[in-house]
């Protein structure tokens, strides 16, 4: 498995006017978003946040732009910088920890994984260092104003055809892993290799250990591979 010292960067653009958002311990996914099993893109994926649902916060971490979540009955970790809150009728990106909502700061104890996933992790974190946020408000922003709230942030620019996703299947690649989360509208950096499909418009790549498919011509992931 190879690994990079890479900053996944967002391509969508902060916006202005957002709706109201309940201050509360709960957090609205501003796209689909993946809940992993611990606070990082190294751990295990154990369930997705429809754009547009509504997860109950546990708490986040102080330094990482990671919260603990529950939705639809299964708990685990999930990338602030995906998540809003309301604040004074605008969203906010959680990940700035705004004073008027109660979100608890808590610390992440491994008592679960093998010894196996430990050392997968370390070897991980010593790669990336500290996870770094997207811009402020970037992703939130942009995606609530733009009025596609709701899912259709998380829904696929464009269909494969059964032959690319074939191809995708039969030809597995290693894993890069960037800082950030996996989401559709976000940009690879250029340093990141990407891999030719029979769609000639489309490539593909493991990031964060999900197969994504980017636009050939701008690197920004369209649809994510579940």
Same mark, same amino acid.
């Not at 009955?73 to 990338?79: K, Q, R």
């Not at 996870?131 to 970037?138: E, P, S, Y």
């Given at each position: ?13 902060? /916006?202005?006017? %957002?709706?109201?958002? $309940?201050?509360? !311990?709960? &957090? #609205? ?5 993946? @809940?992993?099993? =611990? ?83 370390? /070897?991980?974190? %010593?790669?990336?260092? $500290?996870?770094? !946020?997207? &811009? #402020? ?5 942009? @995606?609530?104003? =733009? ?80």
């Amino acid at each position: 498995m190879r690994t990079a010292k890479l900053g996944l960067i967002s391509a969508i653009a902060l /916006a202005a006017v %957002a709706p109201t958002l $309940a201050s509360s !311990a709960e &957090a #609205v996914a501003a796209t689909d978003l993946n @809940i992993r099993s =611990g606070p990082g893109p190294q751990f295990n994926l154990v369930g997705v946040i429809p754009g547009g649902e509504q997860t109950g916060v546990d708490g986040c971490l102080a330094e990482l732009s990671w919260c603990k979540v529950m939705y639809d009955g299964v708990e685990g970790w999930s990338y602030s910088d995906y998540l809003a809150v309301g604040v004074e009728e605008q969203a906010v990106v959680l990940t700035t920890r705004p004073a008027t909502v109660d979100i608890k700061t808590i610390t992440y104890e491994n008592t679960a994984e093998t010894q196996s996933d430990q050392n997968t992790g370390a /070897a991980v974190g %010593a790669t990336l260092g $500290a996870l770094t !946020a997207v &811009a #402020v408000g970037g992703p939130i922003g942009g @995606i609530i104003a =733009g009025g596609i709230l709701g899912g259709a942030a998380g829904s696929a620019a464009v269909e494969p055809t059964t032959e690319t996703v074939t191809y995708v299947e039969t030809n597995p690649v290693d894993t890069v892993y960037l800082d950030g989360e996996v989401v559709v509208g976000a940009g690879l950096p250029t340093e990141v290799t990407t891999y030719e499909l029979p769609q000639p418009d489309l490539r593909y790549v493991s990031i964060n250990g999900q197969t994504v498919l980017v636009n050939a011509e701008t690197g920004v992931i369209v649809q994510v591979l579940r």
